[in-house]
């Protein structure tokens, strides 16, 4: 058993801790990964309590706005896994053949799966999408 695992609410509250795992890497959340969430974590506990705060407060800042709750924009349209794969890519500013050679598939398929984005969401292109992501 880990004894500093005690120590996370002692670094940063609960809520900021949450806030922390929406920090994204490479389009995938540091909280949907648990080696990244505990690495993080870990870090925050070797820090002072009052260094620790400040950091979490500009990397939260840093957020800002342009934090998105993709898995609402999937349910409100009913996207699928894949075309939620591909929104998050738009939104991290990939074209959809850099999607598909990121996700190992064709790129056919990739704008078969925006064809349908666009349909379920209602935009005209893909501007638009980007623009309905980030309108709060």
Same mark, same amino acid.
């Given at each position: 058993?880990?004894?500093?695992?005690?120590?996370?609410?002692?670094?940063?509250?609960?809520?900021?801790? =949450?806030?922390?795992?929406?920090?994204r890497f490479e389009g995938v959340s540091i909280g949907s990964e648990p080696?990244?969430?505990?690495?993080?974590?870990?870090?925050?506990?070797?820090?002072?309590?009052?260094?620790?705060?400040?950091?979490?407060?500009?990397?939260?800042? &840093?957020?800002?706005?342009?934090?998105?709750?993709?898995?609402?924009?999937?349910?409100?349209?009913?996207?699928? &896994? =894949?075309?939620?794969?591909?929104?998050?890519?738009? &939104?991290?500013?990939?074209?959809?053949?850099?999607?598909?050679?990121? !996700?190992?598939?064709?790129?056919?398929?990739? !704008?078969?799966?925006?064809? !349908?984005?666009?349909?379920?969401?209602?935009?005209?292109?893909?501007?638009?999408?980007?623009?309905?992501?980030? !309108?709060?």
């Amino acid at each position: 058993m880990d004894p500093a695992g005690d120590e996370d609410d002692k670094a940063l509250p609960p809520e900021r801790l =949450a806030q922390l795992d929406q920090l994204r890497f490479e389009g995938v959340s540091i909280g949907s990964e648990p080696v990244w969430q505990d690495r993080v974590r870990e870090i925050f506990r070797q820090l002072d309590p009052e260094i620790a705060s400040e950091v979490a407060d500009r990397l939260v800042d &840093a957020l800002g706005e342009e934090l998105v709750d993709f898995g609402v924009f999937s349910e409100r349209y009913g996207l699928t &896994a =894949a075309e939620e794969l591909l929104v998050r890519a738009v &939104a991290d500013g990939l074209s959809v053949p850099e999607h598909a050679e990121k !996700r190992g598939i064709s790129v056919n398929t990739a !704008r078969v799966h925006m064809q !349908r984005v666009l349909e379920k969401t209602g935009a005209r292109r893909q501007t638009d999408l980007v623009r309905m992501l980030f !309108r709060r």
